[in-house]
């Protein structure tokens, strides 16, 4: 006889969403919906008002071993994952050696990905730092090219302006020497005029006088006697 005793056989119960440790730990805030449930799966039960939480909920009795027992909460707003609570998934199994390796690797590669990210945001503040110092100083020297420009300008309308009024003095000032000089020369002919005519009046009066003297004299010639009382 076998001293084997035999026992009843139990097979393994599982109800509610199956999870793992391996899966749970690869969940980020960011992720959508979607993501979430290519990763773990549909949620046991969803949130009937908001649809703005999922709970993956599993009660299992194995054949052999312990109950297992867990909650995973998930929080979302509108379509994207903001909060995650593990706090009910203690009695998960833990990760196996080659789990740990995988999950080592994964948060090596997240680890540089977030430092090329870093360095790239740093790079690119640098580069549009720089951009905007450029775009500063050449909007500094349009500026000033401008207001240059502006200077140049009100300073060549103002020359022309100046020459402009003094072109019109010089213009009014030749008109004013040609009305003089015609005036001099007016009062120049006018005063020889006045002396020719003076002169002629003096000729005129001494010719009358001498013609009166030369008549009175052959008046008295006339009229004098043919004899001489001696």
């Not at 393994?12 to 990763?39: A, H, P």
């Not at 005029?193 to 003096?202: D, P, V, Y």
């Amino acid at each position: 006889m076998s001293d084997i005793i035999p026992t009843p056989y139990k097979s393994d119960l599982y109800q509610g969403s199956v999870l793992e440790r391996f899966k749970i730990n690869q969940l980020k805030v960011g992720m959508s919906k979607t993501q979430v449930q290519d990763l773990i799966g549909s949620p046991s039960v969803i949130d009937p008002f908001h649809n703005n939480q999922w709970d993956y909920i599993n009660y299992s009795t194995p054949g052999v071993g312990s109950i297992v027992h867990y909650r995973l909460t998930l929080a979302f707003d509108n379509a994207t994952l903001t909060k995650i609570n593990t706090t009910g998934t203690d009695s998960l199994p833990q990760l196996t050696d080659a789990e740990k390796v995988l999950e080592g690797k994964r948060i090596a590669e997240e680890k540089a990905r977030a430092e090329a990210a870093a360095k790239a945001k740093i790079e690119a503040q640098r580069i549009a730092k720089e951009k905007a110092i450029a775009a500063a100083k050449a909007k500094a020297e349009a500026e000033q090219l401008a207001k240059d420009k502006a200077a140049a300008e009100a300073k060549a309308l103002e020359a022309k302006r100046i020459a402009e009024e003094k072109a019109k003095a010089e213009a009014a000032a030749e008109v004013a020497a040609k009305a003089k000089a015609e005036a001099k020369r007016i009062a120049k002919e006018k005063a020889v005029a006045e002396a020719k005519a003076l002169e002629a009046k003096r000729i005129a009066e001494e010719k009358a006088k001498v013609e009166a003297a030369a008549e009175a004299k052959r008046i008295e010639e006339a009229n004098r006697p043919w004899y001489k009382f001696w």
